[in-house]
């Protein structure tokens, strides 16, 4: 359980972006800001889990997960819950208990595994009575799904980006 403790980062990252706690601009992204005449400006995008956005996964009752099935197939599926039923457990993972879902099926089955970088699961953590939202993307480091009758699923997801937005006030 150490090793996933540990922050891995990736291309595009470089330790001067994780130290500033910037992500570059994607090549499309820098192509739409050409085309459309806008500035570049700074990447809300951050390669970790921010504490205030670590604090919203906690606050939230819902989370919208996706994946890809073994045919290559987008699926995405809302679990709610009690406050805290999302938790993270490093700055680049989440720790999730919920009930069985197809979506999960679709996760901890044997297809679309690249034992290198996991499957790929995007997330969405909503807070809806304060009117903020954080977008995840990452790779399940590890999945498991409980034998009782409450069907309770486990997963560990390693975050590549976070993107936290909120209310204009």
């Given at each position: 359980m150490g090793d996933l403790l540990a922050f891995q980062y990736q291309y595009p990252y470089s330790m001067t972006s994780l130290l500033t706690n910037t992500v570059l601009w994607q090549e499309?992204?820098?192509r739409l800001h050409h085309l459309l005449r806008v500035p570049h400006g700074d990447?809300?995008?951050?390669p970790y889990l921010s504490p205030t956005a670590a604090s919203l996964v906690q606050q939230s009752p819902l989370l919208a997960l996706g994946t890809l099935d073994s045919q290559g197939r987008?699926?995405?599926t809302?679990?709610?819950?009690?406050?805290g039923f999302a938790t993270p457990v490093a700055y680049s993972l989440i720790e999730v208990d919920s009930k069985y879902d197809p979506v999960v099926q679709a996760l901890l089955t044997g297809n679309q595994t690249d034992t290198y970088t996991g499957k790929m699961i995007s997330g969405l953590a909503v807070d809806l009575e304060n009117?903020?939202?954080?977008?995840?993307y990452g790779r399940m480091v590890k999945g498991s799904l409980s034998d009782g009758d409450?069907?309770?699923?486990?997963?560990?997801?390693?975050l590549k980006r976070a993107l936290r937005t909120a209310r204009n006030t």
């Open positions: 499309g992204e820098e990447n809300p995008t951050a987008p699926w995405s809302i679990w709610g819950g009690t406050v009117r903020r939202r954080l977008k995840l409450a069907g309770q699923a486990q997963l560990v997801v390693t």
